[in-house]
């Protein structure tokens, strides 16, 4: 399977504790996006990735998320102290960027992390 | 702030019929536009897109249609199959925006049921 994967599929934790969920964009892509859907509504943007560089984060992403692309290829979300309002699903998308290439806007989505916080 | 609506949270069309869904947009700078399908516990799936500098396009049964000065779109299916029973959502892109290049701005989805 060469789409995006995601790890784990489903994350039940009490408040207060740290989870991490784990991103494997399509070979190829440069460009990793993380979003969130919570129920009724759709995916909002959380941040993305340049290869290894973090170039943009939503005003959703507060202090107790962090996202990581150390070598360019899988990323990881955390989130600390989770709160009951974090509970939703994450999703990652990638693309491949270029400059002087072909303007394309169609993300892959991975299947998704469902986070539940009791 | 939602910069792309979809303001009917589901549709019911009967097999065969033409389905029509809906988006605005309030944002100018959107000038790229795609239509996503997803189904219960996976990822949504890329299924059709508009540049701003068109009106409408094609592929197979699905038809996208732009109208930028009433920034609405449309996602039509002819004929539709039981199969493309899901949630469809709009997104949006600002792809003049540098950096912010391919974030989807999203609507808030419509679920479709296609009846035997």
């Known amino acids: 399977d060469t789409g995006v994967s995601q790890d784990p599929r489903h994350k039940i934790t009490k408040r207060g504790q740290n989870v991490t969920f784990r991103c494997d964009p399509i070979s190829e892509h440069n460009r990793l996006y993380w979003y969130r859907q919570t129920l009724g509504q759709g995916p909002e943007f959380l941040t993305y990735?340049?290869?290894?560089?973090?170039?943009?984060k939503s005003r959703l992403l507060s202090d107790r998320f962090s996202a990581e692309r150390p070598k360019g290829s899988f990323s990881t979300l955390e989130i600390q102290r989770t709160e009951q309002g974090d509970s939703a699903m994450y999703l990652c998308?990638?693309?491949?960027?270029?400059?002087?290439?072909?303007?394309?806007?169609?993300?892959?989505f991975g299947p998704g992390t469902r986070l539940t916080v009791l | 702030d939602q910069q792309v609506k979809q303001n009917s949270p589901s549709l019911s069309v009967q097999e065969g019929r033409i389905s029509i869904l809906n988006c605005d947009y309030t944002?100018?700078?959107?000038?790229?536009f795609l239509w996503y399908k997803k189904y219960p516990a996976e990822g949504p799936t890329f299924l059709i897109s508009i540049s701003s500098i068109k009106d409408k396009n094609e592929d197979g049964r699905f038809t996208v249609f732009l109208n930028k000065s009433a920034k609405h779109l449309s996602l039509h299916i002819v004929p539709s199959q039981p199969g493309d029973s899901a949630v469809y959502f709009c997104a949006a892109s600002a792809r003049r925006s540098g950096t912010s290049y391919g974030k989807l701005t999203f609507g808030q989805g419509t679920i479709l049921t296609v009846h035997p």
């Open positions: 990735f340049q290869n290894e560089a973090q170039l943009e």
């Open positions: 944002n100018s700078m959107f000038d790229y």
């Open positions: 998308a990638s693309i491949r960027f270029q400059v002087l290439g072909p303007s394309y806007n169609e993300q892959f």
